[in-house]
């Protein structure tokens, strides 16, 4: 049930690549992750108001961890969308496999795996063959892999706080923190308006929603009942997803130069996930 749940979430934030792109055309960035995580908040508060109170402070800190590195992922990753293609940004988000094991060396000193560093070098090939592709921008690749590095941080201090906080209470939190984050900076740019358009509204219902609130839920239900190498393996599946999605639905061409890299970014994370799974384990331990 768990795994199930964990690929139905990949399949969701695949396809809402081109749902994000789409709205955020139309309407304000920062507006739309303020509305976004709004509704994660208000959907997640029917249950979880009560429950905030198991946390104490050391949870609402845990929580408020979280939600910063999720807001700051996500609102690098939305900017990076509004400017490159849909299947590059699938493809380098999915670069939070190969940073994860990095991070738990750097944080809690962690062994890094030989195919780690494999891992990096095929995803630096990957990307140098993105950024020869005309259809996106590097700029937009380079913001999109500056939020995997901090996607790939929020799934490691989930590892850590999973097991110690209720999960309903922790999302909210989360949630929370990120919506008072975006809407302070939609305030401060002026961007802030009430959406408008069937599109809009559908991209943030289903982000908000599904995407976010239980999404980053059964993210954090599932890490506690899943070993840690299907978790990184299913995580992985994101990046097939968006590349799916970008090219069915988003009409993504990025030609051979472009899929290959796309393919060379894949293979990379592939080759680091046994690694991934092993630095999870870890950190699981108290």
Known sequence: MALLALILVTAVWGVTFVQVKDAIEIYPLLAFLAVRYAIATGV????????LRTLGRSGFAAGAVLGAL????IGLQTAGLERTTVSSTGFI???YVVLTPIFGLLLFRTRVAVEVWLGVMLSVVGLAMLSGVHVGSTAGDLLVLASTAAQALQIVM???YANRYDAIALTLVEMSTCCLAFLALALAAGDLSVPRGRMV???LIVTGVFASALAYLIQVWAQR???AARIALVFALETVFAGFFGFALAGDR??????????VILAGIVVAEPAAAGTLRKLRRP
């Not at 997640?44 to 429950?51: D, E, F, P, S």
């Open 44 to 51: 997640l508060g029917i249950a979880g108001a009560a429950r």
């Open 70 to 73: 999720l807001g700051l992922g």
């Open 93 to 95: 988000t999915g670069l």
């Open 158 to 160: 989930v590892e850590r």
């Open 201 to 203: 509204w559908a991209a």
């Open 225 to 227: 009942r899943l070993s």
């Open 254 to 263: 990025l030609g051979w130069l472009g899929w290959g890299g796309c393919a």
